[in-house]
């Protein structure tokens, strides 16, 4: 075990923090009547339902597996073990509902770890899918469906699928084969209880409607943020492909037919000045040749995020700024909302951006991004108006001088949604920089998010738009 894993895990119950520990485990050489450290406060084993949990000493975390279906809302503790002489917090016949996450302390002296219990339903799933190591897979888990798009100059009716799945599972046809791939294939993966069918399509065009571009060189290697947002982009936009910004830089994509470009960029801890923006995203200022020759020939570009800075890249603004008022959090220690999050638009409620996701809020006209008990990293660039700080005493300072249009607001009339003025060629910019719009949440099953969905419809919305649709 990591000495700093430890120290990141290991807290006293009279609130210290412990800043020295030894790698056997929660032992200390200075040690007094009032402050011990009498030795390990380890889980070694725990069984729930006479299932046994895998523990992880380093993450400080147990998984226990079950199977497909299984009930997980009354399970009894049937075995936990620790360290000689410590205690813990469950034990032999305790009930509870694990169909959350829950805590288990175990605690020996003045010293306690906490480990989180999971339990894990018995999955089979097609995690990752390539065909010919080349062309990505767009997998759509509720659907159990993966569509691959490749050029048309491509043999379709023999090629290679590389496939991983979730562990320990296996799948037919196995990783490897020659397919042939002109009709869908039906991909079998099979783990203990669990079986899933999936369906592949494999569809051949040239040149992409709509195109996310991110840093990554392959959208498998985007963060988990910026994955989500590219996943459903090319689940739900026709002919919509994913590419790098090397890929605009080097003209390895065909941008002819494509209108509309999407960026959302995510950096945990946020951005808040253009330094640090040039510094993360170094192949975006590679490829502002490209991508500027693509806006000014009239493409439009849906920038989210801090990715909202790139607009002063593109020449759309008057004053040469970025969004003044910008943070964020880690995704995997992110908030969790205590209420539904949201932005006003009054006066813009009829914009196209808006369409099917307004209700009244608080007495206001507004959209709502997420319901209560959401992980949210609060991402936020935004533009403060004011007189005490940020360069814009007023809204009309910063429609005037700056150069955009306002679309949404923050509770403090900040400006969180805005668009630029179509330049000579047609190309548009809108920028969503709230921190409310959100794609991914650490932890967290969003499926039941009343609110949540809205973030994808103003999305279509924006590219609807931009797209001149």
């Known amino acids: 075990m990591k000495t700093k894993t430890m120290i990141n895990k290991l807290f006293l119950l009279s609130g210290l923090f412990v800043t020295a520990v030894a790698f056997g485990g929660c032992s200390d050489d200075n040690t007094s009547d009032n402050f011990r450290l009498d030795g390990d406060c380890w889980l070694t084993d725990l069984a729930l339902d006479e299932y046994e949990g895998t523990i992880d000493n380093e993450a400080m975390t147990v998984t226990v597996g079950v199977p497909v279906g299984y009930d997980t809302k009354a399970m009894e503790v049937t075995d936990v073990k620790v360290s000689e002489g410590a205690m813990a917090s469950m034990k032999v016949g305790d009930v509870a509902d694990f169909s959350f996450a829950q805590t288990l302390q175990v605690t020996n002296g003045n010293a306690f770890l906490e480990y989180t219990v999971n339990v894990k339903h018995d999955e089979a799933r097609i995690t990752e899918f390539r065909l010919n190591d080349s062309y990505i897979g767009v997998i759509n888990e509720d659907a159990h469906t993966i569509l691959v798009r490749v050029p048309t100059a491509v043999d379709i009716t023999s090629m290679v699928a590389s496939i991983t ?61 910026e994955k989500e947002a590219a996943t459903w982009m090319l689940q739900n936009v026709s002919n919509s492909q994913y590419v790098s910004f090397e890929d605009v830089r080097a003209s390895r994509v065909d941008l002819n037919e494509c209108k509309v470009m999407w960026w959302h960029f995510h950096v945990d801890n946020g951005l ?66 205590g209420g539904p999050w949201s932005f006003f638009v009054d006066g813009h409620e009829d914009h196209p951006l808006y369409q099917g996701v307004v209700e009244t809020i608080d007495g206001k006209q507004g959209v709502y991004t997420c319901d209560t008990g959401y992980r949210i990293t609060n991402s936020t660039a935004q533009w403060h108006i004011g007189s ?47 921190g409310a719009y959100d794609w991914y949440s650490y932890g967290v099953d969003v499926s039941n998010d009343q609110y949540h969905g809205n973030v994808a419809a103003m999305t279509l919305n924006a590219i609807n738009y931009l797209s001149g649709e």
């Open 165 to 225: 799945t979730s562990e320990g599972a296996e799948v037919t046809p196995a990783s490897g084969q020659a397919i042939d791939f002109s009709q869908p294939v039906e991909f079998t993966v099979v783990y203990n209880s669990a079986t899933t069918v999936y369906t592949v399509t494999v569809e051949q065009s040239d040149s992409p409607s709509a195109v996310y571009v991110g840093l990554a060189s392959s959208i498998d290697q985007l963060n988990a943020e």
């Open 272 to 337: 808040d000045n253009m330094d640090k923006f040039d510094a993360a995203a170094p192949d975006a200022i590679s490829a502002v040749v490209k991508m500027k020759e693509f806006y000014d020939n009239g493409g439009s570009l849906l920038l989210t995020r801090y990715a909202t800075y790139y607009a002063v890249k593109m020449g759309a603004t008057k004053d040469g700024s970025n969004p003044n008022n910008c943070w964020g959090q880690v995704e995997e220690t992110g908030e969790i909302t």
């Open 388 to 434: 005490d700080w940020g360069g814009y005493s007023t809204l009309e300072d910063w429609q005037t001088n700056h150069g955009g249009i306002d679309l949404g607001y923050g509770s403090d009339g900040a400006v969180v949604a805005w668009e630029y003025p179509a330049n000579a060629a047609g190309g548009r910019i809108l920028c969503i920089g709230s």
